[in-house]
């Protein structure tokens, strides 16, 4: 295998160097030596077994570029060709080296066009191929998300500027060349020198108007006013006529629905009441098993009402049950507290106290009845809630096998948590959470609070999301949205940026990025993501893999792409972010690859 690509690079260079080896200018190449024992003249291999960079930057090279050969060095990272005066094209077989992330071949007198492979190296991060002669149209670039470098300045390309996932990149410029029609949206990052040059451009930027685009009806302005009046007036019914068939059918749905609830109306709690307080003394003891009876400021109350959702899990839970029975606190978070509650009949709960759930008792009730219609194999259904102006309780089953957080992050005692599990973590939490949101996209229950302590994993070990739709984030934290995406508003003049589903998205990223480097979460995940960025915008993106996951021999190109999607969920634009359901198709797309691989190589 290794003598494979040390025959092919030996090939690209002759071709490379055309002529030049026989005046000795083989620059050290030689098929006696190792190409990464540094006797190959710009070859480095980083300290590996594999070549990783490939840089002949002003080598007087004039023969064509053999993408095929080169590319069969597989682990290639970047490639750099800058300032020769190599000819030809640009081969489609570029797009074999996949884990390329930079590709210079700026300054060279290359033709044609640009492959449409260039597009599939999806870890691109700089991309130069400036001062040539190329021509004809750029593909689309969209899928390269992690683009920083895009220079194609002075050459002959022309149609439209392609999509382009102008996120990351910091550096962009089509000068000079034949280009046409409107300039993208740049979200202002760039000036008009990166445009200049094109006769055919428009846009603001190069204060130039671009014509109208032509009117989609085609036969509109025919109709008279009174046509209109009335084609508008007949849309107007049909609109009230299904606003009512809808109102109809909730009314039903609630009402058939409200008869399954069974509510048990709470009886005076005296005894609870006589408990003291523990939180205080709860927290000292931290993980010891000492339990205590919970405390609700309800207790002594008689208007409150505990709501048992069918369930098989408890039948005849009754407040009083909840408040006696020994607990044991096992945290205090942001939104509150969670209680490990066992009743008489060895049955064990997990009761979370909300500490401040935003919204009114009703309407907290309703959306609880609402988010246990949707009922999903792998999203923790809560067994009972308990509701009133001061206090909100939800109860579910305890999960003995713990969360995704103890798993990757708590005493591991012996236990592996393989890459082939964690992809499928990833893709199990993904077509959940992307089921939920389209269930209930209409109501605007988005989970709120999606972390990997909300990732519990039930006695099949089975991952499944719990907590989903408790928190209401209102108000909005700001934090997660740039400045210009604040005021976006979608047609209906909503904020679409305060979307929690976009918040959702981001959590998932930030969960991704827990599996992939194996490195704890602080400040909301901003530190981790922050960290990846940094990173992965220096060009070693292998370093933020957890290295239980490198020595384990994961395929680095799966993690690679899962990394491209964690980044994308973490865009700061929340607009930009995937949707879950886009989010769980790039996943499962993922554990197809791993599945392949794993039948081919062996
Ligand atoms: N049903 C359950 N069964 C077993 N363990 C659970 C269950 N629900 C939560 N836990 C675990 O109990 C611990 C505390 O949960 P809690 O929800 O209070 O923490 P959190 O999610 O970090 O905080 P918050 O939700 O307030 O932001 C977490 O480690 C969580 O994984």
Same mark, same amino acid.
């Given at each position: 295998?290794?003598?494979?690509?040390?025959?092919?690079?030996?090939?690209?260079?002759?071709?490379?160097?055309?002529?030049?080896?026989?005046?000795?200018?083989?620059?050290?190449?030689?098929?006696?030596?190792?190409?990464?024992?540094?006797?190959?003249?710009?070859?480095?291999?980083?300290?590996?077994?594999?070549?990783?960079?490939?840089?002949?930057?002003?080598?007087?090279?004039?023969?064509?570029?053999?993408?095929?050969?080169?590319?069969?060095?597989?682990?290639?990272?970047?490639?750099?060709?800058?300032?020769?005066?190599?000819?030809?094209?640009?081969?489609?077989?570029?797009?074999?080296?996949?884990?390329?992330?930079?590709?210079? $071949?700026?300054? @060279?007198? !290359?033709? =044609?066009? /640009? +492959? &449409?492979?260039? *597009?599939?190296?999806?870890?691109?991060?700089?991309?130069?191929?400036?001062?040539?002669?190329?021509?004809?149209?750029?593909?689309?670039?969209?899928?390269?998300?992690?683009?920083?470098?895009?220079?194609?300045?002075?050459?002959?390309?022309?149609?439209?500027?392609?999509?382009?996932?102008?996120?990351?990149?910091?550096?962009?410029? $089509?000068?000079? @060349?034949? !280009?046409? =029609?409107? /300039? +993208? &949206?740049?979200? *202002?990052?760039?000036?008009?020198?990166?445009?200049?040059?094109?006769?055919?451009?428009?846009?603001?930027?190069?204060?130039?108007?671009?014509?109208?685009?032509?009117?989609?009806?085609?036969?509109?302005?025919?109709?008279?006013?009174?046509?209109?009046?009335?084609?508008?007036?007949?849309?107007?019914?049909?609109?009230?006529?299904?606003?009512?068939?809808?109102?109809?059918?909730?009314?039903?749905?609630?009402?058939?629905?409200?008869?399954?609830?069974?509510?048990?109306?709470?009886?005076?709690?005296?005894?609870?009441?006589?408990?003291?307080?523990?939180?205080?003394?709860?927290?000292?003891?931290?993980?010891?098993?000492?339990?205590?009876?919970?405390?609700?400021?309800?207790?002594?109350?008689?208007?409150?009402?505990?709501?048992?959702?069918?369930?098989?899990?408890?039948?005849?839970?009754?407040?009083?049950?909840?408040?006696?029975?020994?607990?044991?606190?096992?945290?205090?978070?942001?939104?509150?507290?969670?209680?490990?509650?066992?009743?008489?009949?060895?049955?064990?709960?997990?009761?979370?106290?909300?500490?401040?759930?935003?919204?009114?008792?009703?309407?907290?009730?309703?959306?609880?009845?609402?988010?246990?219609?949707?009922?999903?194999?792998?999203?923790?259904?809560?067994?009972?809630?308990?509701?009133?102006?001061?206090?909100?309780?939800?109860?579910?089953?305890?999960?003995?096998?713990?969360?995704?957080?103890?798993?990757?992050?708590?005493?591991?005692?012996?236990?592996?948590?393989?890459?082939?599990?964690?992809?499928?973590?990833?893709?199990?939490?993904?077509?959940?959470?992307?089921?939920?949101?389209?269930?209930?996209?209409?109501?605007?229950?988005?989970?709120?609070?999606?972390?990997?302590?909300?990732?519990?994993?039930?006695?099949?070990?089975?991952?499944?999301?719990?907590?989903?739709?408790?928190?209401?984030?209102?108000?909005?934290?700001?934090?997660?949205?740039?400045?210009?995406?604040?005021?976006?508003?979608?047609?209906?003049?909503?904020?679409?940026?305060?979307?929690?589903?976009?918040?959702?998205?981001?959590?998932?990223?930030?969960?991704?990025?827990?599996?992939?480097?194996?490195?704890?979460?602080?400040?909301?995940?901003?530190?981790?993501?922050?960290?990846?960025?940094?990173?992965?915008?220096?060009?070693?993106?292998?370093?933020?893999?957890?290295?239980?996951?490198?020595?384990?021999?994961?395929?680095?190109?799966?993690?690679?792409?899962?990394?491209?999607?964690?980044?994308?969920?973490?865009?700061?634009?929340?607009?930009?972010?995937?949707?879950?359901?886009?989010?769980?198709?790039?996943?499962?797309?993922?554990?197809?690859?791993?599945?392949?691989?794993?039948?081919?190589?062996?």
């Amino acid at each position: 295998e290794d003598e494979n690509v040390k025959t092919a690079l030996l090939q690209f260079m002759e071709k490379l160097s055309a002529g030049h080896e026989q005046n000795d200018q083989n620059w050290g190449w030689d098929i006696n030596s190792d190409p990464c024992n540094s006797t190959w003249k710009g070859v480095d291999c980083l300290g590996s077994q594999n070549v990783k960079r490939i840089v002949l930057n002003k080598f007087n090279l004039t023969g064509i570029l053999d993408a095929a050969s080169v590319c069969t060095a597989k682990s290639l990272l970047v490639l750099s060709l800058k300032e020769n005066n190599i000819s030809g094209f640009i081969p489609d077989e570029i797009g074999n080296c996949k884990r390329l992330s930079h590709l210079y $071949v700026g300054g @060279n007198r !290359f033709t =044609g066009d /640009i +492959p &449409d492979t260039i *597009s599939q190296l999806i870890n691109l991060k700089r991309l130069d191929i400036s001062n040539n002669n190329f021509s004809g149209a750029l593909p689309d670039m969209s899928r390269v998300s992690g683009l920083l470098t895009f220079f194609a300045e002075n050459n002959q390309l022309g149609g439209a500027i392609p999509d382009f996932d102008f996120s990351y990149i910091k550096e962009f410029s $089509v000068a000079n @060349n034949n !280009f046409s =029609g409107p /300039i +993208p &949206d740049v979200k *202002s990052k760039f000036g008009a020198d990166s445009f200049t040059g094109n006769p055919e451009l428009c846009g603001t930027l190069l204060s130039k108007a671009c014509p109208p685009s032509p009117p989609p009806s085609k036969k509109g302005s025919k109709h008279s006013s009174a046509d209109r009046f009335l084609i508008f007036s007949g849309y107007i019914l049909l609109a009230v006529v299904v606003l009512l068939l809808f109102a109809l059918y909730l009314f039903k749905k609630n009402k058939s629905k409200g008869e399954t609830v069974k509510v048990v109306k709470k009886g005076k709690v005296a005894t609870a009441s006589k408990e003291p307080s523990r939180t205080s003394s709860e927290s000292k003891t931290g993980g010891n098993r000492s339990e205590y009876s919970i405390t609700s400021v309800e207790a002594g109350t008689t208007s409150s009402s505990l709501v048992v959702l069918p369930s098989p899990v408890v039948k005849d839970l009754k407040f009083d049950d909840l408040l006696r029975a020994p607990a044991e606190l096992l945290g205090r978070g942001k939104h509150g507290s969670l209680y490990k509650v066992m009743l008489d009949n060895a049955t064990i709960l997990a009761l979370k106290r909300i500490k401040d759930s935003g919204i009114s008792a009703e309407d907290f009730k309703s959306r609880i009845q609402r988010i246990d219609q949707v009922k999903h194999p792998r999203v923790l259904p809560p067994v009972a809630f308990y509701c009133s102006k001061q206090e909100k309780l939800l109860v579910y089953e305890y999960q003995q096998n713990g969360s995704l957080f103890k798993l990757l992050h708590g005493s591991q005692n012996g236990q592996v948590f393989d890459w082939g599990s964690r992809l499928n973590v990833a893709a199990s939490i993904a077509e959940s959470l992307a089921y939920m949101h389209e269930q209930l996209q209409e109501g605007g229950i988005a989970h709120g609070n999606l972390k990997s302590t909300n990732i519990l994993f039930n006695n099949k070990m089975e991952p499944c999301i719990s907590e989903y739709g408790l928190i209401v984030v209102q108000g909005q934290d700001q934090s997660f949205l740039s400045q210009s995406d604040s005021f976006k508003t979608d047609a209906l003049g909503r904020n679409v940026a305060y979307s929690t589903f976009k918040l959702d998205v981001y959590g998932f990223g930030v969960v991704l990025l827990e599996l992939l480097t194996g490195k704890l979460v602080q400040n909301n995940g901003f530190d981790l993501a922050s960290w990846v960025h940094s990173v992965v915008r220096e060009e070693w993106t292998a370093e933020v893999f957890d290295r239980a996951l490198i020595l384990e021999g994961a395929g680095e190109e799966r993690m690679l792409n899962l990394l491209q999607v964690a980044l994308k969920c973490i865009n700061p634009s929340p607009n930009e972010r995937p949707s879950t359901s886009q989010i769980s198709a790039m996943i499962n797309t993922i554990k197809e690859d791993e599945e392949r691989s794993i039948i081919s190589d062996p």
